[in-house]
């Protein structure tokens, strides 16, 4: 089926005065807690991807970015292991904190409440989700101890190695890399990578509202082909081995189904788009539906199809977008530029820096006038930031800013060339 | 160069004039430039995110550097403007510090449209959400460049100009994404079924 993005797609936004007095209130008690100096009140701020805060320790506390209730639990509170000590954690509306368990980080929501529960090092790590949700990075369990979250009935145990547990109304599971096992009181189910599990989902509401399967096919809610014991593949990105950011379902099933065939699709419907000018005429139109794939491979394949497989490609196997790139940029027409341009980009998103520079040099010397030359201008600084080749990229943000003195990046570049030490 | 950004003299001004009020901590312009700028903020971030919880937040997140940063407004563009660059920066942040594969789990309901029948809500509930879930697979910038230009509806100009990119960059993050929406969209007809009808509930 053939598929076309329109001009403009209308979402129409939640809003209301409720909403908005909300953030207010939590915008200016903040702002009155930092004039007043106090860390009671979250300040929001992005968490790090990897901080150990208290290495092999129990608990951390997020003491300047949020508000953490930490304090001993008493003995009946514990629902499991009567001698075990634990410790509660609370975050306030609007409020996140990490902890590190040694083997474990666990991200907590807003609004949420835990108890921690481990009887002694190297014992069961029990998390009793109360409210809220947990995000836990896990180390994979063989030959460690336990880790599980409990959400009112449901126990959502550690195979290994991410996933997320949100107790609301209902709980649900989010597992981004290995699988987890979920125990609810009438069932049990292993959930791999990129799967979800809702304890909603048995009522399946798509289908009572008479949608057709695609709709009610929710592949996220349950993986009932898995067995326990079974590992679902897991790729290093955590994806489902799909390839895709749908659920892990059973094979056979849409989510299931190989990265690489979707690699030879070209989409029809890019010419009128607002992209690059005057390539939308000569796009070689692949077979979307039903036509065998080898002969669309087959085929001459345009500058635009190589390049829309390309960028399709990024993220699943992006050793074959360099390749495609590469022969895109053999070329000298536009599209090798832009080729060389997107292959820079990669080469920078995957923190290889030195082919980046090398693809940014190669630019700029057959491309001085292209049309992403300003770009790959800008790009040369954070790539050489990137290497820590602070004078290099120093420089590169001021020769930036005599080509380009009224450019797009004027003023990062400005304030990037002003904040960098003088040079000696 | 044609950013498409609105100048306006008399609304630079009355700007310059509550940022004034503002930096004297004066709190009642605080309230008052809140007030006047959230719901386009929050609908900016939502239209980005497609999530209600993660909006609330940013747009909470956004304020906050807002009062923290007004020192640094000097009054080149419309306040709005300025707001909105920094909002389009804490999404980047937000969008980029996550993993790149992860599940949507919840997207907020869409507001019930009363008028449209409830398996035709039903079914755009469903394109929206799927819609959320193919630009949850692209790169930040270009989903960026891409909701805040087709679904926030905003000149590719001052899309250029809020995320501090150039135009030519920005049509190429637009391009790539409509691309790469055309080709998830043409595997599930759900998406493509939301995509025909431009998000309109007659799907």
Request: hydrophobic share 40%; proline share 7%.
């Amino acid at each position: 089926m053939s598929a076309h993005v329109p001009e403009r797609i209308e979402v129409e936004t939640p809003g209301g005065e409720a909403l908005r007095d909300r953030v207010e209130r939590q915008v200016f008690d903040a702002l009155d807690a930092q004039l007043a100096g106090t860390s009671q009140v979250w300040i929001p701020s992005r968490r790090p991807r990897r901080v150990t805060w208290l290495a092999g320790g129990c608990v951390a506390v997020a003491a300047a970015a949020c508000l953490l209730v930490l304090r001993p639990a008493g003995p009946n509170t514990a629902e499991s292991g009567a001698a075990a000590p634990s410790s509660i954690v609370v975050t306030p509306p609007g409020g996140r904190s990490r902890l590190d368990l040694g083997d474990a980080i666990v991200d907590f929501g807003s609004d949420t409440r835990v108890e921690i529960r481990r009887a002694e090092a190297g014992a069961t790590v029990t998390l009793a989700l109360a409210r809220g949700s947990v995000d836990c990075d896990v180390a994979p369990r063989p030959g460690r101890p336990v880790f599980r979250v409990l959400a009112g009935n449901v126990t959502v145990e550690v195979v290994g190695t991410r996933f997320s547990v949100a107790y609301g109304r209902d709980v649900r599971v989010d597992v981004t890399r290995g699988t987890v096992r979920v125990s609810a009181p009438a069932s049990t189910h292993l959930v791999a990578a990129g799967g979800t599990w809702s304890s909603a989902a048995d009522p399946a509401p798509a289908a009572a509202a008479g949608l057709p399967a695609a709709v009610g096919d929710r592949p996220s809610l349950h993986a009932p082909d898995v067995q326990p014991g079974a590992r679902a593949p897991v790729d290093p990105h955590g994806a489902a081995a799909g390839g895709s950011n749908l659920p892990a379902t059973a094979p056979g099933t849409e989510a299931a189904r190989p990265a690489g065939r979707l690699a030879a699709r070209s989409v029809t419907g890019g010419a009128r788009s607002s992209g690059p000018r005057g390539h939308g005429s000569e796009e070689a139109r692949a077979p979307v539906d039903g036509a065998p794939r080898r002969e669309a491979r087959n085929r001459p394949v345009s500058p635009k199809a190589t390049f829309a497989e390309a960028q399709a490609l990024e993220g699943r196997d992006p050793d074959r977008a360099r390749e495609l790139y590469r022969t895109l940029a053999a070329g000298s027409d536009v599209w090798a530029a832009l080729g060389l341009y997107s292959l820079a980009e990669l080469e920078q998103d995957s923190g290889k820096n030195r082919d980046a520079l090398s693809a940014v040099n190669e630019y700029e010397r057959r491309f001085p006038y292209g049309a992403h030359a300003e770009d790959v201008a800008w790009l040369r600084v954070h790539v050489l930031q990137a290497a820590r080749r602070s004078a290099a990229a120093r420089e590169a943000a001021e020769d930036y800013l005599r080509r380009y003195p009224t450019g797009a990046y004027v003023e990062p570049a400005r304030r990037f060339a002003q904040a960098a030490p003088p040079r000696p | 160069m044609g950013l498409g950004v609105d100048i306006d003299p008399l609304g630079c001004a009355s700007d310059a004039i509550l940022v004034e009020r503002c930096r004297m901590r004066e709190r009642g312009a605080e309230r008052e430039l809140f007030r006047s700028q959230f719901h386009r903020v929050h609908a900016t971030l939502f239209r980005i995110l497609g999530k209600n919880r993660e909006s609330e937040d940013l747009a909470q997140e956004t304020f906050i550097e807002v009062f923290r940063s007004l020192h640094r407004f000097r009054g080149e563009a419309r306040l709005g403007v300025w707001i909105d660059r920094i909002a389009v920066r804490v999404a980047f942040r937000h969008i980029a510090s996550r993993q790149p594969l992860t599940v949507q789990l919840e997207l907020c309901p869409e507001p019930a449209d009363e008028r449209a029948p409830p398996d035709r809500r039903a079914h755009a509930r469903e394109g929206l959400r799927r819609l959320y879930q193919a630009l949850g697979r692209l790169r930040p910038a270009a989903r960026l460049a891409f909701t805040l230009h087709v679904i926030d509806g905003r000149p590719v100009g001052e899309v250029a100009h809020i995320t501090s990119s150039s135009a030519v960059a920005t049509k190429v993050r637009i391009w790539r994404a409509r691309r790469e929406l055309e080709r998830i969209a043409a595997e599930d007809p759900v998406l493509a079924a939301y995509l025909a009808a431009g998000g309109r509930k007659e799907t």
